[in-house]
């Protein structure tokens, strides 16, 4: 390491033990040469000062894809199906209903709801879901649509982003998923997703739900075509929207799954990787409250890992997961393992609902 380079690092090291800002620079510097040991100790440090109560949330919910038809072939995805193709489906009513009515038998309050980009479905489809599933269960959120599928939305029925945003959430939308953010690099993007939302527009479409007044997430894959670097440069995209709307509730970051996928050469990150992506998350990203764990595809032993180093809250419980799983990665926890796993940690587990507001079981 040539000296400017050790000064940087040695300053970031002080401005996050300080709990001051760190710029894209000095981000760089942690993620790409910080010990990993001192970075999850800053991390653990920066979350126990953002909550100081000895508590890990979860929240109680269950994943489902309303359609695995797609139009985007996104080269990481082994979970879409072109059109025409012999597996595709869109669920029915009932099949939503049996769906949702098992979620709340297990104590849950919530659904998050997305599905691949059908070429055919009308902004009235997805209206008359959610008019559906909030007629039979006015008590679940829904946390639906990615902001690629709201852009996608819009562009079938020609109408703003704006507008169905507007449109989805007088239907009963609750809230809006990071998901489709993937990496906010475009360079990124074209080799990943050529066909998918830009950066800006993934942006907009959560600055517009924001300004409407609607809470979403953010989240990150990374370990595919993108440079350490440029896993700072999307934390640093997320931070600024966050600095303008305050919108985003959480960070979800996991580490790109690639059996199945077009992209199956890319070698997958180890857990190491994923560690200290998410500390240095927690430490740049001063102004999201929330950073969840992500079993799903670390495994329980590495979400507890990472309780202390940096990670607040353990996400939701899983009953059935279909986009990762058709990636290879097949990790499951109901509440009582979660809560478990988060004891053996020392913190005390404790369900939340979307606003990270405590929940009764
Ligand atoms: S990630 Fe979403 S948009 Fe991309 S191919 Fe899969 S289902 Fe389609």
């Known amino acids: 390491m040539t000296d400017p380079d050790r000064r940087l690092l040695e300053r970031a090291y002080e401005k996050a033990a300080a709990h001051e800002r760190i710029s894209l620079d000095e981000g760089v510097a942690l993620l790409e040469r910080g010990d990993t040991h001192l970075l999850m100790g800053l991390a653990h440090k920066r979350r126990m000062h953002m909550h100081p109560d000895n508590v890990v949330t979860y929240i109680v919910e269950r994943n489902i894809n309303y359609t ?7 080269r990481f995805c082994a979970f879409y199906r072109r059109p025409g193709h012999s597996e595709v489906y869109v669920l029915t009513n009932e099949q939503l209903r049996e769906k949702i ?3 709340v ?5 919530q659904i998050l709801l997305q599905g691949g980009h059908h070429p055919d479905l009308q902004l009235s489809f997805y209206e008359e879901m959610l008019q559906f599933i909030k007629g039979e269960f006015p008590q679940i959120n829904v946390h639906g649509f990615s902001a690629p599928e709201i852009e996608h939305i819009a562009s079938v029925e020609k109408v703003s982003v ?25 360079r990124v993007r074209k080799i990943i997703a050529p066909l998918k939302t830009t950066t800006d527009n993934w942006i907009d479409v959560h600055r517009d739900a924001h300004a409407l007044g609607m809470r979403s997430t953010a989240t990150m894959m990374f370990g595919h075509a993108e440079t350490v670097a440029e896993r700072v440069v999307h934390l640093d995209e997320v931070r600024k929207l966050q600095d303008e709307t305050g919108g985003f509730t959480a960070f979800i970051l996991w580490t790109f799954q690639p059996d199945n996928t077009a992209m199956w050469r890319y070698t997958k990150l180890e857990s190491h990787a994923y560690l200290r992506a998410a500390a240095v998350s927690r430490l740049y990203l001063d102004n999201v409250e929330n950073l969840q764990a992500s079993w799903v595809t670390q495994g329980p032993r590495v ?3 990472s309780l202390r180093g940096g990670v607040n809250d353990m996400g939701s419980t899983m009953m059935e997961e279909n986009v990762v799983s058709a990636a290879g990665t097949t990790f499951c926890m109901n509440s009582e393992q979660i809560e478990r796993s988060i004891r053996l940690c020392g913190f ?11 929940v009764m079981a």
């Open 303 to 305: 979400a507890e890992i």
């Open 162 to 186: 704006k507008e169905v945003i507007e449109r989805l959430r007088a239907a009963g939308l609750g809230t809006l998923p990071g998901a489709g953010g993937e990496m906010l690099v475009d």
């Open 105 to 109: 038998d297990a104590g849950g309050i």
């Open 101 to 103: 009515q098992e979620t």
């Open 68 to 74: 695995n038809s797609c139009v985007t072939f996104c």
């Open 348 to 358: 005390e587990p404790q369900r939340r609902n979307v606003l990270y507001e405590e």
